[in-house]
């Protein structure tokens, strides 16, 4: 049993910023790539950052520059810094990572969501 808990979202001025945690906790062996995706209101989910085990970074091009994803594997965490939020920002975030269980199953684990609002 593998569980993921999002924090860190919430309501912020257009320009402001909010750093969002996502904790992997359970029958963990090994995780590997981790990765941040949003889904506003009516539209599709899409990844906005993927970090790999190496430590490879990668950015939907929409939050370039603004956005910075980073992982702390001691602690099983991945962080996205937002920085010069925009409306446009706002949506529900998920966290997902790939971990590989004690039985050696390996598959992609997604957070419950947080939201996050930018709005003046």
């Known amino acids: 049993q593998v569980q993921l808990v999002e924090s860190g979202g919430g309501l912020v001025q257009p320009g402001g910023s909010l750093r969002l945690s996502c904790v992997a906790s359970?029958?963990?062996?090994?995780?590997?790539?981790m990765s941040w995706y949003r889904q506003a209101p009516g539209k599709q989910r899409e990844l906005v950052a993927i970090i790999t085990s190496g430590g490879s970074t990668n950015y939907a091009d929409s939050v370039k520059g603004r956005f910075t994803i980073s992982r702390d594997n001691a602690e099983n965490t991945v962080y996205l810094q937002m920085n010069s939020l925009k409306p446009e920002d706002t949506a529900d975030y998920y966290c997902?990572?790939?971990?590989?269980?004690?039985?050696?199953?390996?598959?992609?684990?997604w957070g419950k969501g947080i939201l996050v609002t930018v709005s003046s």
């Open positions: 997902k990572i790939q971990i590989q269980t004690i039985d050696a199953t390996i598959k992609g684990y």
């Open positions: 359970g029958s963990i062996r090994r995780i590997y790539a």
